[in-house]
Nanobody, 118 residues
Framework: QVQQVESGGGLVQPGGSLRLSCATETPFTVAAMGWYRQAPGKQREEVAVITRDGNTNIADSVKGRFTVSGDYAKNTVYLQMNSLKPEDTAVYHC?????????????WGQGTQVTVSS
């Protein structure tokens, strides 16, 4: 059984910072952890991912402002968001990828709301 707990969302003024975290309990080996976001009327966007061997990928829209990190001993992924803009407003979902190449399975968090507004 897999359980995920997300935390850290909220309301912040433009230019502010938030840190999201997502902890996963799973009996399976985790290959990667990351974040997507979904804003009203927009397509889902992958924001950041960190693989087990430490490789990261950050969306161009947030590069230089957001940082992803992970603790694979705790299966926990973090998203540090700085210099937030109103267009960053969205529901942020973490995901945990288990399995192996050709047979991955992603588990999704319940989502946490991030609102950037003055």
């Amino acid at each position: 059984q897999v359980q995920q707990v997300e935390s850290g969302g909220g309301l912040v003024q433009p230019g502010g910072s938030l840190r999201l975290s997502c902890a996963t309990e799973t009996p399976f080996t985790v290959a990667a952890m990351g974040w997507y976001r979904q804003a009203p009327g927009k397509q889902r966007e992958e924001v950041a991912v960190i693989t087990r061997d430490g490789n990261t990928n950050i969306a161009d829209s947030v590069k230089g402002r957001f940082t992803v990190s992970g603790d694979y001993a705790k299966n926990t992924v973090y998203l540090q968001m700085n210099s937030l803009k109103p267009e960053d407003t969205a529901v942020y979902h973490c995901y945990t990828r288990t399995g192996w190449p050709g047979a991955y399975y992603d588990y999704w968090g319940q989502g946490t709301q991030v609102t950037v507004s003055s």
